[in-house]
Every structure is written in C-alpha cells, then in structure tokens.
C-alpha cells in the first residue's frame, strides 16, 4: 500500500485469528523497517520482548489471574479531564456500543477490559520497553518506534493494538518473559490477522479536524 493508505487503514483492531500466525520472515521485514525510526542521538532506546505460542499463553493467564485478584481490572490507565474527557467517553461509547454492552452492565464492562490480558485473541503480544532513568523525551522517541511499527505491520496486512492497560503488573510481565527490572514497559502491543466478524472490529472511531490540534502560526 502506498503511505496514505497505510495511515489510513491502520487502527486499533481489539479481535484476532487466534490460531493464523505471523510468519516470522514477514515479521522480521516489519521490525527491520521500524528499526529506520529516528531517535535522539540515534540512542535507539526501544527495547522490545515478543512472546508468541506458549510463553503468550503463560503470559496471558498470569496477567488475567493478576487483574483478577488485585482489582482495578475495569480503570482506565489515564485520567482525562475537559475535552479530552469528552473525547474518552465518545470513544468508550462507540466500542462499547459496538460490543453490545450497556454502560450500566458493570460486570459486561469489566469481561471486556479483562480481554486485554488475552490480547484480543491476538497469537503475538510484544512488550515496548526503555530504560527507566530515561525521561519524556525518550519516551517520544520510543513513541516513533511503535508508530513505525504499527505501519509497517499494516502495510504488511497484520494488525495491532496498542495498549496501555498492559503497563500494569509489571512484575508479573518481568517475571515471564525475563524483562530486567531496569527497563521500563511504556505499553503492550497485541498484533496479528484481524478477525472482521469480532463485535469489538465494528467500531470506527472519528478524528478531529487540524484546528483543533495545530495552531500554524505566521
């Protein structure tokens, strides 16, 4: 696919073929391709942990016992206020609308946040890690490194879905894929082939106009 439709395909995709594997030379042609992201001093600071067959499925029961037994599963990982929040909720509706479940049903909510620690049924979850004495401006670079992957997948047709919910018990993570304890994990990035028929794959979120995010100054 050419650029902008690359840009304009890729989206959070929240159901997968569980059983369809990415091929590993495709993959790596994927991870090579966001290895040409830019970083400050060309630091390269993106460390990166992909699990796949068993080590996914250890991951994923280890992580859903772990929400299960701490709480807080259903909390989202940022607070939002004002517009933003708007922008929150409007999301929220569409999936969940999509999804079949009321804003009343507590226990539906919390089944679909939960998904998060299956990966969506994705069969390849990777884990965006960078060293914790590293600051914001790291973390932007990091941020370029996932955005380059994300592309790079889709206009390979595989898709992803970033996520933030996949920060939490970091211990739990650590532990089963060997992460140092020095490095950070910024987010979790479930990918693979999209089921289209999923509930959740339905939604489609909006965008906002240029002017209300780029001020272009003369």
């Known amino acids: 696919m050419d650029f902008d439709a690359v840009v304009n395909t890729r ?25 040409r992201a830019p970083s400050n001093c060309n630091v390269q600071p993106w460390r990166v942990f992909i699990a796949s067959g068993a080590r996914r499925d250890l991951l994923s029961a280890e992580l859903t016992k772990a929400a299960l037994e701490r709480g807080g599963a259903e909390q989202v990982t940022e607070k939002f206020s004002g ?15 999509k999804m079949g479940v009321a804003r009343e049903d507590l226990a539906g909510r919390k089944a679909a946040f939960l998904r998060n620690y299956t990966f969506f049924d994705a069969p390849h979850v990777a884990f965006i890690c960078m060293d914790r004495s590293f600051g914001v401006g790291v973390a932007l670079d990091v941020g370029t490194y996932l955005q380059t992957l994300m592309l790079a997948l889709c206009s390979r047709g595989v898709q992803s879905c970033a996520q933030a919910a996949l920060c939490r018990y970091e211990d739990v993570t650590q532990r089963v894929l060997g992460i140092d304890e020095n490095l950070r994990i910024l987010c979790g990035l479930s990918f693979g082939y999209e089921d289209p028929q999923a509930a959740a794959n339905q939604a489609r979120q909006s965008r906002l106009p240029i002017s209300k995010n780029v001020n272009i100054l003369t």
């Open 11 to 35: 989206r959070s995709v929240r159901g997968f073929f569980r059983d369809r594997l990415v091929p590993e030379p495709l993959l790596r042609e994927a991870l090579e391709l966001a290895q």
């Open 83 to 97: 517009d933003y929040r708007t922008l929150q909720i409007a999301c929220a509706v569409e999936l969940y609308s």
